[in-house]
């Protein structure tokens, strides 16, 4: 489906149906309280009339009120649900991440909204405990890049990694990914970043870089790929160099950015 046919939906366009599709997702059971955890619908009541704002509850259990929008990125703030759907539909469906401007120019509003809108949803996907990455009979790709500093036209511009923002990934095919800054990708500091966040027993897969063979032995299995190979590989090969693409790890790093 085009992106346009799926902002067609009426989710996108009438804050009613808005809040709505956000109550569908949150509370498939019924409204739970916010503030106490009721959700007894006997005890939930929502309230009505031109005085009381749209999908507003009462718990007469804590005597609170609530919507379905408190206790998330979402609370307070005076952007419509209808454009937090569509920014964060953006953000969950492009390829290669989505960045402020983008959102700025698709949604219409301001770049300092469309940068607040980003900065919500990117903190919204935090892990709150993080768990080791993969485990035993699993990978974990792990690659770095360089970002920032590369327009010559820049007055600034200087050439070289050294001067641009060393960025370490973490991806599990097809499932969690993990970006970090780091002042400088050396040995030291992608080995302390795959320790503290990959399961020992997984299989780490990179491309051939000098960071990872050392650090590589203290998992069950490491893997290479160099990015430059161009015969097609066959067997063995071939399945560990499909799921290590750079298009990945570009779109992690992007959303994080």
Same mark, same amino acid.
């Given at each position: ?75 307070? /703030?005076?952007?419509? &649900? ?5 920014? #964060?539909?953006? =953000?969950?469906?492009? +390829?290669?991440?989505?960045? *402020? ?64 923002? /060393?960025?370490?990934? &973490? ?5 969690? #990914?993990?970006? =970090?800054?780091?002042? +400088?990708?050396?040995?030291? *500091? ?68």
């Amino acid at each position: 489906m085009t992106k346009a046919a799926t902002f067609q939906h009426p989710m996108f366009h009438d804050e009613d149906k808005a809040r709505e599709a956000l109550e569908a997702e949150l509370w498939p059971e019924g409204p739970i309280c916010r503030h106490c955890g009721n959700s007894d619908p006997e005890k939930i009541a929502l309230m009505q009339g031109k005085s009381h704002r749209p999908g507003l509850y009462y718990c007469h259990e804590c005597e609170g009120q609530f919507t379905v929008t408190v206790g998330t990125v979402l609370e307070r /703030s005076k952007i419509p &649900l209808t454009k937090w759907l569509m920014a #964060a539909h953006l =953000f969950n469906s492009g +390829k290669n991440g989505v960045s *402020a401007h983008e959102i700025h120019r698709t949604l219409k509003v301001t770049y300092k909204t469309a940068w607040f809108l980003m900065h919500r949803l990117r903190e919204a996907m935090n892990e709150l405990n993080p768990a080791p990455m993969r485990g035993e009979g699993q990978s974990v790709q792990a690659d770095e890049t360089y970002y920032g500093n590369t327009s010559k036209r820049a007055k600034g511009y200087r050439k070289g990694h050294r001067h641009k923002a /060393s960025v370490v990934a &973490l991806v599990e095919p097809k499932d969690r #990914a993990r970006v =970090f800054h780091v002042k +400088k990708a050396t040995a030291a *500091a992608v080995r302390e970043i795959l320790v503290t966040n990959v399961h020992r027993t997984s299989t780490l897969h990179t491309d051939e870089s000098t960071l990872y063979p050392k650090v590589g032995k203290e998992f069950a299995a490491h893997k290479t790929v160099e990015h430059g190979f161009l015969v097609r590989p066959v067997g063995s090969l071939a399945r560990m160099a499909r799921p290590l693409t750079r298009s990945k790890i570009s779109s992690a790093i992007s959303n994080a950015q």
